[in-house]
T-cell receptor, first 113, second 113 residues
């Protein structure tokens, strides 16, 4: 009930391509879905987040798509760049200051030049 | 957002010894957490560090093994006690200043020989 399943585990994309990472959740009470970007040797950095009142949120080249009926959300990176090479981690929780985030296992993205 | 620093950034320790990790935040925050990140695994919450009271531990984590102090709203320590090689991991401090947005420190990479 508390799991967030993330796929793929790793992804290799050519420069300029689209990177797509998917997450699925089980708990229908979840209503906050952030994505984190983590470079080697660094902590996770909040990248973008979505709430279920919208189906899509875009910030620059990064877009979250949300499908409430399928209990899935995904991160799309348009025009992928070598500098985007990092591990991307999705998470989910209920809204509220005391609610705990449940994390996916991460996707290691490599963007080849 | 919040700026979080951790000390040490990395350490190599002998089994049976203890290591204390410090977390400093640039602003007062109520919600502060300690996580463990192991290769191929989801970020795992160890405990919530409560200011002025005992930490709240997640299932599988105990105070004797991971004592936590939180003397004020900007600082916390996590001690990994009586270490074994299985404790080798990245330990991350995290805060939630307001609402759902949660931020992570740079992490402490611990290797136990």
């Amino acid at each position: 009930q508390q799991q967030v399943k993330q796929s793929p585990q790793s992804l290799i994309v050519q420069k300029g391509g689209i990177s797509i990472i998917n997450c699925a959740y089980e708990n229908t009470a979840f209503d906050y879905f952030p994505w984190y970007q983590q470079f080697p040797g660094k902590g996770p950095a909040l990248l973008i987040a979505i709430r279920p009142d919208v189906s899509e949120k875009k910030e620059g080249r990064f877009t979250i798509s949300f499908n409430k009926s399928a209990k899935q959300f995904s991160l799309h990176i348009m025009d992928s760049q070598p500098g985007d090479s990092a591990t991307y981690v999705c998470a989910a929780s209920r809204q509220g200051g005391s609610e705990k985030l449940v994390f996916g296992k991460g996707t290691k993205l490599t963007v080849n030049p | 957002s919040a700026v979080i620093s951790q000390k040490p950034s990395r350490d190599i320790c002998q089994r049976g010894t203890s290591l204390t990790i410090q977390c400093q935040v640039d602003s007062q925050v109520t919600m502060m957490f300690w996580y463990r990140q192991q290769p191929g695994q989801s970020l795992t919450l160890i405990a919530t560090a409560n200011q002025g009271s005992e930490a709240t531990y997640e299932s599988g984590f105990v105070i004797d093994k991971f004592p936590i102090s939180r003397p004020n709203l900007t600082f916390s320590t996590l001690t990994v006690s009586n270490m074994s090689p299985e404790d080798s991991s990245i330990y991350l401090c995290s805060v939630r200043p307001l609402g759902n947005e949660q931020f992570f420190g740079p992490g402490t990479r611990l290797t136990v020989l």
